[in-house]
């Protein structure tokens, strides 16, 4: 395939950190494959040498924050033939979702000196809250690997093998001692998407729910566990809204109104 044939890829930014990009040039030798198949068109965070569009593919990391976002990310669907959201802000509104739990207006008095020079909306959302996604690629920050083979996968023609279990089967497959029944660590590993390699509590340490919500996410159940280890309404709330608050089910996880008593030991 000449140079002129190769499939065009761009990634964007909204408003994120730039840690899924960064996964990207990250992968080092496995980078250099993927621009010997696909032309790197649009990637500020790598070059300032651009290609006009339209797009083949289109990498979106972030979430929608303000109303220049919106008008540009219609204008980047109108742009892309395939549209990838990648990581907790693309497919869920990201950390600053924590603003829709809140008064934005209230949020801005307090931290900036002058209000009126900011224009932004009162929440933060995902990018399917605003136009059609192809597919979602989840995480804080994405998994490089899971990252190679939906681009992988777009290149073969086929649809990508992303896991669709929980963080517990990733813990089983290490062979991992569970931190929730054993020590009465809080852990969100039976209700979080699998992705990371269950990195926490490999490392002795609970789930933290970067990848976001599996698909048959029962955080009822997980809250009614968590309970029973003596764990506090705010605490849950806490737990339940870091990186992925904004996605369903974290955002209306329940909390128990009458918990069970915590175990002996």
């Known amino acids: 395939m000449s140079r002129d044939e190769k499939p ?17 040039l990250d992968c080092e030798d496995e980078l250099l494959a993927v621009a010997e198949r696909l032309e790197l068109a649009y990637f500020l965070e790598a070059s300032s040498a651009v290609v006009a569009g339209p797009y083949d593919v289109s990498l979106v990391e ?3 924050t303000t109303p220049d976002d919106v008008e540009r990310i219609q204008e980047v669907r109108r742009q892309s033939r395939f549209l990838v959201t990648i990581g907790a802000c693309a497919t869920a509104g990201g950390i ?10 209230e949020l801005m008095r307090i931290v900036y000196a002058t209000p ?13 809250d605003h136009v059609p996604v192809d597919f979602e690629l989840r995480g804080c920050p994405i998994d490089r690997h899971q990252l190679l083979e939906v681009i992988s996968a777009y290149l073969a023609g086929r ?6 279990h929980s963080v517990c089967i990733e813990c089983k497959q290490k062979t991992n001692v569970c931190v929730l029944v054993a020590h009465g660590t809080a852990c969100l590993g039976p209700v979080t998407h699998a992705g990371c390699g269950a990195l926490c509590p490999t490392f002795h ?18 809250a009614t566990a968590l309970a029973a280890q003596g764990m506090g309404d705010q605490e849950m709330d806490r737990l339940f809204h870091t990186f992925n608050a ?14 069970p008593k915590r175990r002996g030991r």
């Open 8 to 24: 065009s890829l761009a990634v964007w930014k909204f408003a994120s950190c730039d840690g899924c990009q960064l996964t990207l």
């Open 246 to 259: 904004w996605s369903e089910p974290f955002r209306s996880a329940p909390v128990p109104v009458d918990p």
């Open 159 to 164: 649809a990508p093998v992303i896991a669709s």
């Open 205 to 222: 340490r609970g789930c933290y729910g970067c990848f976001g919500p599996a698909e048959t996410a029962n955080t009822g159940s997980m």
């Open 62 to 64: 972030g979430s929608i």
């Open 96 to 105: 600053q979702a924590l603003r829709n739990f809140g008064d934005v207006q």
């Open 116 to 128: 009126s020079f900011l224009s932004t909306l009162e929440t933060s959302t995902p990018i399917s």
